[in-house]
């Protein structure tokens, strides 16, 4: 039986760059209904989901690996680059760009994790851009996050600040992962959450600024194992009108072992409701068409069963209900697993494939269920090792399923470029529907391509799914950065 117990968020004050310390506060607020597949993502309020990608080895004001991040608009005729036909709209941020707090130093990674989120519900968007190898003062790897405001014309550097702890440690890498969604009823934005080793910090915005929100500690709780985080996700799983959060890392009690820890949004807050079997990449949206959000995690290269050997990677899948996840026992097993011997999947299971080790969930086709694209960054495309490949399996009103599944890899027909040994394709993807047409278009990403300049992938959405017809790549050079060493595409925004 799961058991929904409340979890105090100890109140903490950290700095907000260009202002003054900010200790946690209520504003009253109304409960809005962000949902995952709703995708937050749309800075200029056009109805188009943009694009934005980090590149945390890229090469800002002369500093190499200080990194950058890119913004691609939708429009009506789709994403493009600064020199696609017909034009559409890019930009470039960095530290060194005019207006944006900090500067740009060798090895902050700017742009090493990504989200987006409307935190000072003016109806558009935000990025948060987190440098988890900043250094501050003489304090190595203590992190920093940097809010970009978005507006009519798209993100802004004007009014852009930047987050760090109070109280900086030696390799926390605080932004190591973050996300933004309706958390809570009292604050009428959408709640920061940053993730560092030791935790998550909230941030809500309030009298005109952002300001610390409280803390969610994964360490050391009485009832459940301790955590040190990973990622995060944001999904409605119960169809309240707040976003819940999934905070996944590796248990310190079971040889980290991958967990997750639940906490459900509400109007004061988010609590903690469970914890889950986890992985390193995570995803949500509506699976089964129900009106509820599901959850996807991938874990590359672990089996459910310890006891079991090492496979190529695995995807397990919890369902959305009007209980969110009470039906969900207490270390409950997701009610689907996936992997590259499940019967339908293409591919065959083999230690190293990386199956799961990134994973996006959108609606391809239309057809009102979401569905899933799978990264499997470690697959070996005939006798190439480690080209990589992505996956495709559709959503249905049960769940996920095989029926119709795909597979991609750059030795597929229309996919520009040739297989080659260490590129790792997919070990990122993300599904946007950048022309608002009701389908998703595949961005599959290769960070180490071109001895780690990265590149990325489009391939088109169509009433049968994902297809390679008319795909192109870019890189960091496509859009007015360096792209020498980039990494570009080490994250993008889902």
Not at 25 to 33: E, I, L, R, V, Y
Not at 264 to 273: E, K, L, Q
Not at 318 to 337: T, W
Not at 380 to 405: E, F, M, N, Q
Request: with cysteine.
């Amino acid at each position: 039986m799961t058991h929904r117990r409340s979890t105090a968020v100890a109140a903490a004050s950290f700095l907000l760059l260009g202002g003054a310390a900010l200790t946690p506060a209520a504003f009253a607020g109304t409960p809005g209904g962000t949902y995952a597949h709703d995708r937050n993502s749309d800075f200029d309020g056009d109805g188009y989901d943009d694009v934005l990608t980090g590149a945390p080895g890229g090469t800002d004001g002369g500093r190499k690996g200080a990194g950058y991040v890119t913004v691609q608009y939708g429009a009506a005729s789709g994403m493009g680059t600064a020199t696609s036909v017909p034009r559409v709209r890019t930009a470039v941020f960095g530290q060194a760009t005019a207006g944006v707090p900090g500067s740009a130093e060798p090895g902050d990674g700017f742009g090493t994790a990504v989200a987006t989120g409307d935190l000072d519900a003016d109806g558009y968007d935000d990025a948060v851009v987190a440098a988890p190898g900043e250094d501050e003062g003489s304090v190595s790897d203590a992190g920093r996050v940097t809010v970009l405001h978005g507006s009519r014309d798209g993100l802004t550097s004007a009014r852009s600040v930047s987050l760090v702890s109070d109280v900086p440690a030696p390799d926390a890498r605080f932004g190591l992962s973050v996300a933004a969604a309706r958390l809570s009823g009292a604050t009428p934005g959408d709640v920061l959450a940053v993730a560092d080793r030791g935790g998550v910090s909230l941030f809500a915005h309030g009298a005109g600024s952002l300001g610390g929100a409280g803390r969610l500690d994964t360490a050391g709780v009485p009832g459940r194992h301790s955590m040190r985080p990973v990622s995060l996700t944001t999904g409605n799983y119960d169809g309240d009108g707040y976003a819940d959060l999934l905070v996944s890392g590796s248990s310190l009690e079971e040889d980290y072992r991958p967990r997750s820890f639940l906490y459900m949004g509400a109007a004061g807050g988010p609590a903690y409701t469970c914890s889950l079997a986890g992985g390193s990449a995570t995803a949500s949206g509506d699976i089964d068409g129900d009106g509820y959000d599901d959850l996807v995690y991938g874990r590359p290269d672990k089996p459910e069963d310890e006891n079991e050997p090492l496979t190529g990677g695995s995807v397990g899948v919890y369902l959305g209900s009007a209980d969110g996840m009470e039906h969900v026992d207490e270390l409950g097993s997701p009610v689907q697993v996936w992997t590259q011997d499940t019967a339908g999947v293409p591919g065959t299971a083999e230690l190293g494939d990386g199956f799961g080790a990134d994973v996006s969930l959108a609606d391809i086709d239309g057809d009102g269920h979401a569905d899933l694209a799978v990264g499997v960054p470690g697959e070996d495309v005939g006798t190439v090792a480690d080209a990589g490949g992505v996956r495709i399996l559709r959503g249905s009103a049960t769940g996920l399923t095989a029926v119709g599944a795909k597979s991609f890899d750059q030795s597929a027909a229309g996919v520009p470029g040739t297989a080659e040994a260490g590129d790792r394709w997919g070990g990122q993807v993300r599904l946007a529907d950048s022309d608002a047409d009701g389908r998703s278009e595949l961005l599959a990403a290769a960070p180490g391509e071109n001895t780690g300049d990265g590149v990325v992938w489009w391939l088109a959405a169509s009433t049968e799914g994902t297809v390679s017809t008319g795909s192109w790549s870019y890189g960091g050079g496509s859009l007015g950065a360096s792209g020498t060493g980039a990494r570009f595409g080490a994250s993008i925004d889902e």
